[in-house]
């Protein structure tokens, strides 16, 4: 039996609980949305007043002069993201968006043969990865239909990893998966998936949104060749902040297939050739001038991780979601939700998935409550509990008041629709 002094005690024995203080959480609210949008810290408000305040006073010397010059800031925080996902510092650049970056890579490693022209994707994955993934086979004229490969899920939620293996033919030139599922929360073996994919002369490029800041990753020693990201989730570099870029340093070199004077070599940019010379490392894989105010941000969110560690953040959010899927257990038994995430702790990520035929409307009213999921239609109600700074006594607030709405069945008071934004 969980009980409110259990979770009261877990908050006195947690230690992270001080980084809670380092984030502005919306007040008198239980946010639980940080897989979504991650909340602003305090570091991360001061490093982009600073970044203001040096355009205020250099002006154009800033990319030189700030205090974090903006010439260097993409590698800079490159470098400070590689531990996250054990990678080496030049194997990382902050630059452009999960959707762009996807681009990118495959605009640059996709050259498909008479022999190799496919690409594996998973039925699951979010949409812009297949819109890229789509327009990248037609941009060299290969119907989708033949050449775009989807693994098909079992149950709608989970992927099995043999699965993908079993596709994993000659003809695949590429394999673009997310390293966590956004609905179901799965952790796919990235280590087994990159492995099988070499042993058959294959890609491999995972989409990391909804795990880096989240769980830990090895991806140099796991072989993996490219990942891609966005910030604004588990990093919380605020809506919008620049996204991020992880090539493998065997594949640096390659003439990038979306060029631009940002991915020159360093110290020739500014010769302003015709003839570019390529940054040999992952900068290569730039285009234009950085978006620094949307970068600024990870100065300072960033250095919190660095500061903790991800095993400590792992370790934590392990329990957090632990102790909700217990408490969902033991206090929601009869009102027909499903937790849909994996339970195990290695293949569970960082938010639990429930589904409920009246989630929309349960959603809604999690909302009145002042508690923040977020919804998925048709049927998913996320709750992310973030290491951060979520604490056990919110996680269960939160599945009393869910508990609540149940027995009042005050959903009723709303549509089973979704809004704009779900
Ligand atoms: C959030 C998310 C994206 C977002 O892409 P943007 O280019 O940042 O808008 C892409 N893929 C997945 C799996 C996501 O979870």
């Known amino acids: 039996m969980v009980t409110i002094d259990q979770a009261k005690y877990l908050d006195r024995q947690d230690e992270l609980q001080d980084y809670r203080h380092e984030f502005y959480i919306p007040k008198n609210r239980i946010y639980l949305d940080g897989n979504s949008l991650g909340l602003l810290s305090k570091r991360a408000e001061k ?8 355009w205020k006073n250099l002006g154009i010397d800033g990319w030189v002069d700030a205090e974090e010059p903006w010439f260097f800031l993409s590698e800079r925080l490159g470098s400070m993201t590689a531990p996250l996902i054990g990678a080496d510092p030049d194997e990382v650049i902050v630059t452009g968006s999960t959707t762009i970056n996807l681009h990118q890579i495959l605009a640059t490693f996709f050259h498909p043969s008479s022999k190799r022209n496919k690409i594996i994707v998973d039925e699951l994955n979010f949409p812009t990865d297949i819109y890229a993934v789509t327009s990248q086979l037609q941009s060299h004229r290969l119907d989708p239909e033949q050449h775009l490969i989807k693994v098909k899920s079992k149950d709608g939620h989970l992927l099995n990893e ?7 033919t000659d003809e695949v030139a590429v394999i673009v998966l997310a390293s966590v599922l956004y609905r179901s929360g799965q952790v796919l073996d990235m280590e087994y998936i990159t492995k099988e994919a070499h042993k058959r002369g294959i890609l491999v490029a995972f989409d990391l949104c909804h795990s880096i800041g989240s769980i830990e990753h090895s991806l140099s020693k796991w072989n993996v060749d490219f990942a891609f990201w966005c910030t604004y989730k588990h990093l919380n570099g605020g809506p919008g902040s620049v996204g991020g870029m992880y090539i493998n340093r065997r594949h640096f070199g390659e003439k990038p297939g979306l060029a631009g004077w940002f991915g020159s070599d360093k110290d020739k940019q500014f010769d302003l050739e015709h003839d570019m010379t390529i940054a040999n490392n992952s900068g290569a894989f730039q285009t234009g001038t950085p978006h620094l105010l949307s970068a600024a941000p990870l100065i300072g969110s960033l250095s919190i991780f660095k500061e903790v560690g991800m095993e400590r953040i792992r370790e934590k959010s392990l329990r957090l979601t632990q102790f909700m899927i217990e408490l ?6 009869s009102y027909h ?6 339970r195990q702790e290695k293949t569970r990520g960082g938010h639990v998935f429930l589904e409920h035929e009246e989630a929309a409307r349960i959603c809604k009213a999690l909302k ?11 049927n998913g109600i996320r709750l992310a509990p973030v290491a951060l700074y979520n604490t056990f006594t919110e996680v269960w607030e939160t599945v009393q008041i869910l508990k609540q709405i149940m027995e009042e069945k005050q959903y009723n008071h709303f549509e089973n629709k979704r809004d704009v934004i779900a």
């Open 47 to 54: 490093s982009v007043v600073e970044m203001i305040d040096s």
């Open 368 to 378: 009145q409550n002042n508690v923040i999921p977020d919804f998925r239609a048709p």
């Open 328 to 333: 969902i257990d033991q206090e929601l038994g």
């Open 337 to 342: 939700f499903i937790v849909r995430n994996p």
């Open 162 to 168: 043999d699965d993908i293996v079993r596709v994993m």
